[in-house]
């Protein structure tokens, strides 16, 4: 079936440090990519998105490339800030059913000053 | 008042007690949606509702029971909840299905059940 993997968290890096967290997808068809990010105490909100292999998402500093062969998107930023503590979600669509997003179990990221 | 709003924030219930969840915004939106979180799991679809009809139910329990009485409005009727029910129950929104795989969130309820 379709599901999303994400690296267990918590992930703690220090301010400035450089950030990946993995995430692998299984799906059948051609899903879109997106990584959601949650703050404390708020809702979710897009952080950004990829359609197509080969594309790259980027928002705030974060990016993330749509790799068809190894079937990832990880996301990345090359230095941190205690602002972006946050629980990070990677999710894909399929396009064939409008109303499911298919959701990994969320990354928590704390980063210390 | 702007995008998402889910009232109230928190609720603490026991297991008897009938309550509900409220859901509104402002976005012009038409499909509507409930999710629960849960610690370490991934979202879990409840239900949709598209132009006020609910075209998603994803095998929930009986004791939680969706109303969308218009695309703006969008309520869970909570009754005889188990503790496991606890969680945070998110509200989101999107102009119509998830083509382009943007939700717009509310901050969410947070949910125990005694």
């Known amino acids: 079936g379709n599901s999303v993997t994400q690296m267990e968290g918590p992930v703690t890096l220090s301010e400035e440090a450089f950030l990946t967290i993995n995430c692998t997808y299984t799906?059948?068809?051609?899903?879109?990519l997106f990584w959601y990010v949650q703050y404390p105490g708020e809702g979710l909100q897009l952080l950004l998105k990829a359609t197509k292999a080969d594309d790259k998402g980027s928002n705030k500093g974060f990016e993330a490339t749509y790799r068809k062969e190894t079937t990832s998107f990880h996301l990345e930023k090359g230095s941190v800030q205690v602002s972006d503590s946050a629980v990070y979600f990677c999710?894909?669509?399929?396009?064939?059913?409008?109303?499911?997003?298919?959701w990994g179990a969320g990354t928590k990221l704390i980063i210390k000053p | 008042e702007t995008g998402v709003t889910q009232t109230p924030r928190h609720l603490v219930m026991g297991m008897t007690n009938k309550k509900s969840l409220k859901c509104e915004q402002h976005l012009g939106h038409n499909a509507m949606y409930w999710y629960k979180q849960s610690a370490k799991k991934p979202l879990e679809l409840m239900f949709v509702?598209?132009?006020?009809?609910?075209?998603e139910n994803n095998s929930v329990p009986s004791r939680f029971s969706p109303e969308c009485p218009n695309s703006s409005h969008l309520f869970l009727h909570l009754h005889t909840l188990q503790p496991e029910d606890s969680a945070l129950y998110l509200c989101?929104?999107?102009?119509?299905?998830?083509?382009?795989?943007?939700?717009?969130f509310g901050e969410g309820s947070r949910l125990t059940v005694l």
């Open positions: 999710a894909l669509t399929l396009g064939d059913s409008n109303y499911q997003l298919i």
């Open positions: 509702y598209n132009f006020k009809e609910q075209t």
């Open positions: 799906a059948t068809g051609y899903p879109s």
């Open positions: 989101a929104s999107s102009p119509v299905g998830v083509e382009n795989g943007e939700l717009f």
